[in-house]
């Protein structure tokens, strides 16, 4: 049964997950080298150009997926290559990339939309179940806060903020005026929502959800 044997693979990996966190094996202090961390950047560099190819679609279209795509492919490795040798002079840069991968999320769903118009309740669940459903297990099993993962609830929000533009009064997409004036009211709201502090409505929504989620696991 192919969906048992995801399960048990599932549970093989939360189990590493629970036994790399409370310690149970031993890691050694990290040594962060300069020299060592851009020498990999620049090995992966190197591989990056003998395997570059050329794209067969949509070539035409300013950063299409596959542009995108690449783009999160290359921050994916200064993000491992930051947390794995803790290189914290590296700290604001990330910031930098944290923020240019939730843009692409959002860039990338925005496309999506425009090009189907599948607005479907079943897709837009599919999505937040691919965002989520990781991430909420492993706070379950380690008992940790929902916003220790905070790159997951970046892309949950703007997730769901790119659905609620795009699909609310969905015919003014078909117009580049009308789809201006949603775009420009949903900056003015952003805008308003950060000036007037009205994140700590947003702060404790997913301080409840943590909340929530370290109960499901101390009960269990």
Known sequence: N???????????????????????IGFEN????????WSILLICLIIGIFNINKAQNDSKIILHRLQSEEWKGWMQIMFLLYHYYAAT??????????????WLTGYGNFCYYIKTKDFTFLRFCHMLWRLNFLVIITCIVLSNSY????????HTIFTIFIYLVL??????NESQSKLFLKL???LVIIIIIWDFNL??????????LST?????????
């Open 2 to 24: 192919k969906t048992l044997l995801l399960l048990i693979e599932l549970g093989f990996i939360m189990i590493y997950f629970y036994i790399c966190d409370r310690g149970f």
């Open 30 to 37: 990290k040594n962060y080298s300069t020299d060592l961390f």
């Open 89 to 102: 002079n590296m700290y604001n840069a990330i910031r930098i990339f944290i923020a240019a991968y939730v």
């Open 147 to 154: 916003m220790l993962y905070y790159i997951c609830p970046l």
């Open 167 to 172: 699909a609310i009064c969905k015919h003014w």
């Open 184 to 186: 420009t009211i949903s």
């Open 199 to 208: 994140q700590s409505i947003s702060t404790s929504t997913s301080t409840s």
């Open 212 to 220: 929530s989620t370290s109960l499901i696991s101390n009960e269990n």
